[in-house]
């Protein structure tokens, strides 16, 4: 641990020291994993409530002006999200000098890439013949810029394990985004309302985050003790430019090819399948990332924190996957209304995503913790290929030719090359590593199908009475069906079933850090 300093006081590298965090880890990262699917209960409430009004408020042909830039700025942020802050988690002896450097990297990092934004719209507007998108471009300059210096700060809390702190942060940036964009909708401001939501979010998230970890940069001449640790990031931001350009070529090519509207729909689908990856899944990443990084000490510990984190994640994928590939049409009517109905068709191919997606980011937390980072690279390589390959195929047969090609090509050849990667990163016998994953994995692969088989079959047979309905109700009693088909074979399955034990022993104390109660 630093020293204190003389008065007593911890000094400023007192907060990146975790030695205290190695006892009880495992319980800790239960703990995290459950306080953060708590307060998800009350972003689902958010997300489906703002999505409803801002979908009946703005149509289809509105929303595509925005969405013909929207994957291409979440791109960047991603890209720059998902860098340098995992450096923060992933080293186990880091100083508040490095951190420093890196905050002042990643400021600059954050400010280029808004000045290059800013100044490729020209290419966007002759790219889509459509000359909206360049205010939008603009006003998205600004959480462009604040996004990585956010995860930065995110990063800090996550090292510490201080979970409660990052769901807050979210949270209320949510409800602040969520409150600005409907007020805005409401005033007339079309797709504009979208842009105000996002600025909110990153900008409010920032500034709670902030203000959480109570941390302040040395001045900007430290960023050169940072030096060394860019060639980690630099491969994470490489690979992470790969995997996210190649998710957003989608709607860029639906856009281009089939016009705004047609990528309104595109990226709506998207959108609305990896909502629970973005808000769900991606804060648990957060919690995974740091539990894994400090079991990376041994391998006898690693290898058993990678089996227990990927059945957790296809735990997660299943009930999900399920739910929206058999209830797309559904989700549509109720969350977008009747003008987004062609929407239900893409979505329910990208169900197939939600299967692999928990899991594949699982992976990707772990093989980043390993400091394995060329190796994720070369796959984020081999992926862009097989992604690509896919859009070129399907885009043959319109949007919903292009959502089946891409999803099979994740699940079918991207995640069984991402699961080699994964059992190569630690030393031994990468075989019985790959068999224990295959374990982990395959029997809810299985699942997913027998239940969508199921559902499918109940759903027919009952066709004539679900027409007359409403979706709410179908969409109840279908979720609530498909979690007890998946809750039996849980408790079927002995590692689930363990797993369940722990989650349930800490689900009341979660829900109570979440409120604040205890």
């Known amino acids: 641990m630093s020293p204190s300093s003389p008065n007593g006081r911890p000094t400023d590298d007192d907060l990146f020291d975790v030695s205290h965090l190695d006892t009880e880890l495992s319980r800790r990262a239960t703990f995290g994993g459950t306080l953060v699917l708590s307060a ?31 994957p291409v700025f979440f791109f960047i942020v991603d890209v720059s999200r998902n860098s340098l802050g995992s450096v923060v988690m992933q080293r186990s002896e ?10 002042w990297i990643n400021l600059l990092i954050g400010g280029a890439l808004a000045l290059l934004f800013c100044l490729s719209s020209p290419f966007f507007v002759a790219f889509y013949n459509n000359s909206q998108v360049v205010l939008i471009m603009l006003a ?9 210096i956010g995860t930065l700060y995110e990063a800090i809390l996550g090292r510490q394990m201080n979970y409660r702190a990052i769901v807050l942060a979210s949270l209320g940036s949510e409800i602040l985004a969520a409150i600005l964009a409907v007020i805005a909708a409401l005033s007339g401001w079309s797709y504009w309302a979208f842009v105000v939501q996002i600025v909110a979010r990153f900008c409010g998230n920032l500034v709670f985050v902030m203000l959480a970890t109570k941390w302040r940069p040395a001045g900007p001449r430290v960023w050169r003790k940072a030096v060394h640790l860019m060639k980690f990031g630099g491969d994470l931001a490489a690979y992470f430019v790969l995997q996210e350009g190649t998710s957003a070529l989608g709607t860029v090519i639906v856009g ?33 990332a740091s539990a894994l990084a ?44 009747p003008a987004w109905i062609e929407t239900a068709s893409v979505l329910s191919w990208f169900g197939l995503i939600l299967l692999a997606a928990p899991i594949m980011s699982t992976l990707e937390s772990f093989v980043t913790m390993t400091g394995n980072t060329r190796s994720l690279l070369r796959y984020g390589v081999f992926g862009a290929i097989v992604s690509i390959l896919g859009y070129v195929i399907g885009i043959q047969f319109g949007m919903v030719g292009l959502a089946i090609s891409y999803s ?28 224990g994953l295959l374990g982990a994995v395959v029997p809810f692969f299985i699942e997913a199908g027998f239940i969508v088989l199921v559902v499918l079959e109940v759903r027919g047979q009952m066709s004539e009475h ?38 349930a022993g800490l689900a009341q104390l979660g829900i109570r850090k979440t409120l604040g109660v205890g």
């Open 40 to 70: 998800q209960l009350l972003k689902i409430v958010l997300f489906f409530g703002v999505t409803a009004i801002l979908a009946r408020l703005v149509p289809p042909a509105e929303f595509g002006h925005v969405a013909l830039i929207l």
């Open 294 to 337: 400090r079991a990376m000490d041994d391998d006898v510990r690693a290898k058993r924190a990678l089996f227990r984190t990927v059945t957790l994640a296809a735990m997660i994928s299943v009930p999900l996957a399920a739910f929206f590939s058999t209830c797309a049409d559904g989700i549509v009517l109720l969350l977008l209304g």
């Open 408 to 435: 099979i090509t994740q699940v079918a050849l991207a995640l069984p090359v991402l699961m080699i990667v994964s059992a190569r990163a630690l030393s031994g016998p990468w075989f019985a590593t790959l068999r």
């Open 140 to 148: 998205l300059a600004a959480p462009m810029f604040v996004a990585p």
């Open 94 to 103: 880091i100083g508040h000098d490095e951190v420093s450097g890196l905050f």
């Open 466 to 503: 679900l027409s007359s309905w409403p979706a709410i109700v179908d969409l109840a009693g279908t979720g609530a069906f498909v979690a007890v088909l998946h809750l039996a074979f849980c408790l079927a399955l002995r590692s689930s079933r363990d797993e369940l034990k722990k989650m």
């Open 256 to 288: 281009r090819t089939l016009g705004p509207t047609a990528a309104g729909i595109y990226f709506r689908a998207w959108n609305v399948s990896m909502w629970p990856m973005t808000r769900v899944i991606g804060p648990l990443r957060g919690v995974i």
